[in-house]
């Protein structure tokens, strides 16, 4: 299986745009979505310094816009992707570039919300004095336990070895005068501390935009940050993704449904490089791909075909497949197995992990074409559990 991942800001480096510019198609699309932010990216990624692609407000723009046109090179007819990625995934601002890949919202939505958020982030960064420091290594119950004692937030989980801390640069300073033991620390150069309550002011901005866009189910499996779960609702795809401004990211749990769907090969959209090397150290045995430059996309085209499979979602537009949001054992709701029909949001059943019990959702109601599991059987993430044919469309 195949997924393909976007990363999140600070994968940026000046100029990394210059090559993959000199594609006149590239470039149009590029300059398209640049006019639909309102910013010019392509000077921003040719001739702009490291300060100021590290702006928030010009940083995340620039990562989903190239993420966007990049698909479009990797996959010329994109309909072809559908029958090849498995399943997608971003990192932070990259959860709008791969919401936007699985067609849960268009690229021009994309690139409003992503202008927005980054303004909206930047402005809740200037409010008070706030900072993230990585520490790499320690134990991970340690680590966890140092955070939370001098009140910061665990701000993204990255996997092993790999925790971001984020608080008030007085916390981060009394962190760093008493860290956690076998642990090294690493401040990072950004405006403030992303995915903690210190950015509730940007979530209130973008989820009143959110209200107007229109959304579909995405035509892929996308997992989530919040918990790695798998989302097959548009409407849930956008929620997650505004909430997710001030809530830590959780890439591990990301790559723990990677791992639970049997991925064998995962590729990362430009600026590539930090999600394909956290995967290298977490899922051993999985091939990676950072496409980093246009000469490499005949590569990447090869590496799709190699790990390429088709999804199991399948939607058309008489009925709505609803999915396994994570793995475990399907218990169905005993009033959802005997109805006629279902009302919008009614329970059809729950799915039972060793760490959680996740219900699962009729969010547009319906009647029940078919049921594809049944009471007590094991499912993976993604997996359909019932085609419902919609009251609502």
Do not use: Y
């Amino acid at each position: 299986m195949l997924v393909i991942v976007a990363p999140g800001q600070g994968a940026q480096t000046p100029g990394f745009l210059t090559p993959w510019l000199a594609d006149p198609v590239f470039r149009q699309r590029f300059e398209w979505l640049s006019t639909v932010a309102g910013i010019d990216l392509v000077e921003h990624g040719t001739n702009s310094d490291a300060e100021t692609i590290r702006a928030t407000e010009i940083a995340q723009p620039l990562l989903v816009a190239t993420g966007l046109v990049a698909a479009l090179e990797l996959f010329p007819h994109p309909a072809d992707a559908f029958g090849r990625v498995g399943a997608v995934a971003g990192h932070s601002v990259g959860e709008l570039t791969a919401a936007a890949g699985a067609r849960a919202i268009t690229a021009e939505q994309a690139m409003v919300l992503v202008r927005e958020r980054g303004q909206a982030m930047a402005k809740a960064a200037a409010a008070t004095p706030t900072g993230m420091t990585a520490v790499l290594g320690g134990d991970r119950d340690e680590v966890l336990a140092a955070i939370a004692k001098h009140g910061l937030t665990a701000a993204n989980d990255n996997g092993p070895g790999q925790i971001v801390a984020a608080g008030t640069m007085e916390q981060l300073a009394a962190f760093a005068e008493e860290p956690p033991a076998k642990a090294r620390l690493r401040p990072l150069a950004v405006a403030g501390a992303f995915h903690t309550e210190h950015m509730s002011p940007a979530v209130d901005h973008v989820k009143h935009l959110a209200r107007a866009v229109s959304t579909h189910d995405p035509r892929t499996l996308v997992i989530s940050n919040r918990d790695g779960e798998i989302v097959h609702d548009g409407p849930e795809v956008l929620k997650r993704i505004v909430g997710q401004i001030a809530q830590p990211v959780r890439w591990d749990l990301c790559m723990d449904t990677m791992r639970d769907l049997g991925v064998t090969g995962i590729l990362e959209m430009p600026p590539a490089g930090t999600l394909t090397g956290i995967a290298k150290r977490a899922l051993k045995g999985v091939e990676t791909f950072a496409l980093t430059t246009p000469d490499q996309l005949d590569d990447a085209r090869a590496f799709v075909e190699k790990h390429g499979d088709p999804s199991p979602v399948d939607s058309t537009p008489t009925w709505r497949l609803i999915v396994s949001p994570i793995k475990g054992t399907w218990h169905v709701d005993a009033q959802a197995a005997t109805a006629e029909s279902l009302g919008m949001n009614a329970s059809l059943g729950a799915v039972a992990s060793l760490r959680d019990r996740t219900p699962v959702l009729a969010p547009h109601g319906g009647t029940v074409v078919e049921w594809l599991v049944e009471d007590g059987d094991l499912v993976s993430p993604g997996q359909p559990l019932v085609r419902l044919h919609p009251s609502v469309a």
